[in-house]
C-alpha cells in the first residue's frame, strides 16, 4: 500500500464541471503540496498547506490533520486545467523529502 | 527572477555508462532536491542538498550521487547506467528546503539504451 493514495487515478470531464481529487496519507505529515504536470513534464507547485483551506483563482485546496485526508477542487474546470495533478507530503522528521501520490491524470472536454 | 534551469535537457545513453545532470536553482535558493520519475514508479525523491551537504537521500543504491556547489548549482551523477535508469530527472529548489514551496525545473529526460 502506498503511503499517499491518490483518487481518482484518471478522471474525465465536461468544461464547467466542479472537480475534486482527493488524497490520503498514513502518517503525520509536516506540509501537504499540491502539484501540477503538463505534458512535456514541467512541473508546478500549486499549493502547500499544513491545516485548513487555500484558494487560488479557481482552485482550492483543503486539509484535514485528523482524517489525514486532502481534496483539491477547480471550479468551472476549462480544457486548460488538463493535466496530471500530484499530490506530495513532507513528513515531520525529514527535511524536503517528499513522498509522491501516483498522481491522477484530469481531462476537461470543450 | 529566472526559474530553475536544468541541463541537457535530453539525454542518449548506453547500459554502462555514466551521466551528470546539472541544475542551477533560483538566485538565493539554496535548497536542492532531486527526483527520478519514471512511468512504474512516478516521482520519487533522490536527495536534497543544502548548503552543499546533503540533507537527506531517498532509497535509491549507491550509483546515484550528488554535489552543490558554493553558488547553490547542483549536479547529480549516475554511474555504470541501466536501462531502468531511464527516467525523467527533476530537480526542485527552494531558499531554505524545510517545508517550502519548491520550485521545479523542466526536466533532464535520459534515455539509456
Known amino acids: 500500500k502506498n503511503e499517499v493514495e491518490q483518487s481518482p487515478q484518471n478522471l474525465t470531464a465536461q468544461e464547467g464541471e466542479f472537480i475534486t481529487i482527493n488524497c490520503s496519507y498514513s502518517?503525520?505529515?509536516?506540509?501537504l503540496h499540491w502539484l501540477q504536470q503538463h505534458p512535456g513534464g514541467g512541473i508546478v507547485s500549486l499549493f502547500m498547506?499544513?491545516?485548513g483551506k487555500k484558494k487560488h483563482g479557481r482552485l482550492i485546496a483543503t486539509i484535514n490533520i485528523q482524517e489525514k485526508h486532502s481534496s483539491l477542487h477547480i471550479t468551472a474546470s476549462h480544457p486548460r486545467d488538463s493535466a496530471v495533478y500530484i499530490c506530495?507530503?513532507?513528513?515531520?522528521?525529514?527535511?524536503?523529502?517528499?513522498?509522491f501520490g501516483q498522481g491522477t491524470r484530469l481531462t476537461i472536454n470543450p | 527572477k529566472a526559474g530553475v534551469t536544468q541541463t541537457p535537457r535530453y539525454l542518449i545513453k548506453t547500459r554502462g555508462q555514466q551521466v551528470t545532470l546539472s541544475c542551477s536553482p533560483i538566485?538565493?535558493?539554496?535548497?536542492v532536491s532531486w527526483y527520478q520519475q519514471t512511468p512504474g514508479q512516478g516521482l520519487q525523491f533522490l536527495f536534497e542538498?543544502?548548503?552543499?551537504?546533503?540533507?537527506n537521500k531517498g532509497n535509491f543504491p549507491g550509483r546515484f550521487s550528488g554535489r552543490q556547489f558554493s553558488n547553490s548549482r547542483s549536479e547529480m551523477n549516475v554511474s555504470t547506467l541501466e536501462l531502468g535508469d531511464s527516467a525523467l530527472y527533476l530537480c526542485?529548489?527552494?531558499?531554505?528546503?524545510?517545508?517550502?514551496?519548491?520550485?521545479f525545473g523542466p526536466g533532464t529526460r535520459l534515455l539509456v539504451l
Open positions: 498547506l499544513s491545516s
Open positions: 506530495a507530503v513532507g513528513y515531520i522528521q525529514g527535511a524536503q523529502k517528499l513522498v
Open positions: 538566485s538565493g535558493h539554496r535548497s
Open positions: 502518517v503525520g505529515i509536516s506540509a
Open positions: 542538498y543544502f548548503s552543499e551537504t546533503q540533507r
Open positions: 526542485a529548489s527552494s531558499l531554505a528546503g524545510q517545508g517550502e514551496t519548491q520550485y
